[in-house]
């Protein structure tokens, strides 16, 4: 168990730094002057040349590259060009919305889609299996930003029942600040909870037929008991992996959704910042993407253990 989370911390390193010089490099070959693009076409030279220099546009790439992860380390982000307030600030204010957001989306993912794809899979070709994976290929078929116009032309044009876009703020009150993100929840939960669905299903059927369910229902467990007790748990792998996929890409997905209800989140923040080429910006979002996303698929193989004693052995 330890040389197995030692390996996994050693690859986990070693994946973000090289994210970090991927980011940075990629950004550093853009086209275009953050400086020129600041200050406007007219800009004099050495008004430009003392806007790079605060900057640090002049110094040298890998310089630079080791002032930015130092500066991340120290958990100095730098200072935004557009807004000009420090970048972790902006960060968090827009996490404040996105996290709470992607928790939501993924609780009514995984609470809809893991008893439906279960109970499909108790139910194989007969009518309840059937019409659950028809409803969950149109999940899948439907775009969620046009599902989104669907929810706010229903639920807020004609019921009046949430409001069409913005966000009301947690200082309003909790329930305030949830009724904001149901729609846009509901809108990101939809195609997850469609694949969720299906590869739960297909675990689930996979794992009736092994022998073990069969040896269970020979000593006189229920169907019930054998499908919720055995099959189910040991079918969680497949799900807890496209779990923690979903997790990463609801975190790091979500900028048409915010820009369709126009939600100040993290997502429209880095929509932004490259449109208006706010560097800083762009990369420190950026690496804190890649890194929840190694992150969480970290924690991921620490589930994998927890849940199948028999990778224990194997690591």
Same mark, same amino acid.
């Given at each position: 168990m330890t040389i197995f989370l030692v390996k996994r911390f050693f690859v986990f390193v070693i994946t973000l730094f090289v994210a970090s010089l991927v980011i940075f490099f990629l950004l550093e070959i853009l086209p275009g002057d953050p400086a020129s693009i600041i200050l406007g076409i007219g800009a004099q030279d050495d008004t430009l040349?003392?806007?790079?220099?605060?900057?640090?546009? %002049? !110094?040298?790439?890998?310089? #630079? &590259? &080791?002032?930015? =992860?130092?500066?991340?380390?120290?958990? %100095? /982000?730098?200072?935004?060009?557009? &807004?000009?307030?420090?970048? &972790? $600030? @902006?960060?968090?204010? #827009? @996490?404040?919305? $996105? =996290?709470? @957001?992607?928790?939501?989306?993924?609780?009514?993912? *995984? /609470? +809809?889609a893991i008893p439906l794809g279960v109970f499909a899979?108790? %139910?194989?070709? #007969?009518?309840?299996?059937?019409? =659950?994976?028809? /409803? $969950?290929q149109l999940g899948l078929a439907v775009p969620n930003f046009w599902f989104a116009i669907l929810l706010i032309l229903f639920f807020s044009v004609k019921l009046g029942w949430f409001s069409a876009g913005g966000f009301a703020g947690w200082e309003t009150g /909790?329930?305030?600040? +949830?009724?904001? +993100? *149901?729609?846009?929840?509901?809108? @990101?939960?939809?195609?997850?909870?469609?694949?969720?669905? #299906?590869v739960t299903r297909s675990a689930v059927l996979e794992n009736m037929d092994k022998d073990y369910i069969r040896t269970a229902r020979a000593k006189g467990l229920s169907k019930k008991a054998a499908l919720w007790r055995h099959a189910v748990r040991n079918a969680l792998i497949p799900v807890v992996t496209i779990l923690g996929l979903q997790l990463s890409f609801l975190l790091a997905g979500t900028i048409i959704i915010e820009n369709v209800f126009y939600l100040p989140g993290l997502g429209r923040l880095l929509f932004q910042s490259i449109s208006q080429r706010d560097l800083v910006v762009v990369k420190n979002i950026v690496m804190l993407l890649a890194a929840t996303v190694v992150t969480i %698929?970290? !924690?991921?193989?620490?589930?994998?253990?927890? =849940?199948d004693p028999r990778l224990r052995d194997n690591s």
């Open positions: 040349a003392a806007l790079r220099l605060e900057m640090g546009l %002049n !110094l040298p790439a890998p310089e #630079r &590259y &080791y002032s930015w =992860i130092k500066g991340i380390l120290y958990g %100095n /982000f730098g200072k935004s060009y557009t &807004y000009d307030i420090p970048v &972790y $600030s @902006l960060i968090i204010e #827009r @996490l404040s919305l $996105s =996290i709470p @957001l992607a928790l939501l989306a993924i609780s009514l993912s *995984t /609470f +809809l899979a108790a %139910n194989h070709k #007969r009518i309840a299996d059937t019409s =659950i994976m028809g /409803f $969950s /909790f329930g305030a600040g +949830l009724k904001s +993100l *149901t729609l846009p929840a509901i809108s @990101l939960a939809l195609p997850q909870a469609a694949i969720l669905a #299906r %698929n970290f !924690l991921v193989d620490i589930i994998y253990v927890i =849940i």
